[in-house]
Nanobody
Framework: QVQLVESGGGLVQAGGSLRLSCAAS????????MGWFRQAPGKEREFVAT?????SYADFVKGRFTISRDNTINEVYLQMNSLKPEDTAVYYC?????????WGQGTQVTVSS
């Protein structure tokens, strides 16, 4: 059974940093794209970052967030620096290959002003 479990969320002041982790299990994810979406209250889920053979970011996190992965232990990370109150959201880890999508349960990130 595939599972993605996020950790590392929490409450931080504006300008601070957090590092999210996502541990994947149930299969080998080396050939899956993995990454992060987020969903703020009252808003739709939006793309944040992805990593496969390349890396891409949403414009609103470029220069502040860094995505990385460790295929030896099936984990993906999101280092978030210079956090802003508008980054407050539930952050979801995903794994994707073709039509197969897997999601974590989400981790709350709250940035206070």
């Amino acid at each position: 059974q595939v599972q993605l479990v996020e950790s590392g969320g929490g409450l931080v002041q504006a300008g601070g940093s957090l590092r999210l982790s996502c541990a994947a299990s149930g299969r080998t994810f080396n050939d899956y794209a993995m990454g992060w979406f987020r969903q703020a209250p009252g808003k739709e889920r939006e793309f944040v970052a992805t990593i496969s053979w390349s890396i891409s970011y949403a414009d609103f996190v470029k220069g502040r967030f860094t995505i990385s992965r460790d295929n030896t232990i099936n984990e993906v990370y999101l280092q978030m620096n210079s956090l802003k109150p508008e980054d407050t959201a539930v952050y979801y880890c995903y794994a994707n290959r073709g039509g197969a999508w897997f999601w974590g349960q989400g981790t709350q990130v709250t940035v206070s002003s």
